[in-house]
């Protein structure tokens, strides 16, 4: 069993930062990639960035681009999503995710963390 945990969610206004976390445990997986998803309400799931496990390439989405950086700790337990002159579209329910070796797509999610920004 594998376990992500997501913290470091919150309320701010236009222009704060916040940083989530995610860490992993439970049983070891080797990892392709790791990332952050987010959902607003009534809208899909969407990506928003992920870094390659092998190299540490990050990948973000148009809408974060220059203001969010996704990182990793030495360990490779925990991923961190830094989010930068945050806005009220950015508001969703993030999501970290880890998408095993071998495997077609991302299989393994957290609950989520709530992040809420106010004009």
């Known amino acids: 069993q594998v376990q992500l945990v997501e913290s470091g969610g919150g309320s701010v206004q236009a222009g704060e930062s916040l940083r989530l976390s995610c860490a992993a445990s439970?049983?070891?997986?080797?990892?392709?990639?790791r990332g952050w998803f987010r959902q607003a309400p009534g809208k899909e799931r969407e990506f928003v960035a992920s870094?390659?496990?092998?190299?540490?390439?990050?990948y973000y989405s148009d809408s974060v681009k220059g203001r969010f950086t996704i990182s990793r700790d030495r360990a490779g337990k925990t991923i961190y999503l830094q989010m930068n002159d945050l806005k009220p579209e950015d508001t969703a329910v993030y999501y970290c995710?880890?998408?095993?070796?071998?495997?077609?797509?991302?299989?393994?999610w957290g609950q989520g963390t709530q992040v809420t920004v106010s004009s």
């Open positions: 995710a880890a998408h095993r070796v071998g495997a077609n797509t991302y299989d393994y």
């Open positions: 439970g049983r070891p997986f080797s990892t392709y990639a």
């Open positions: 870094i390659r496990w092998s190299n540490g390439d990050p």
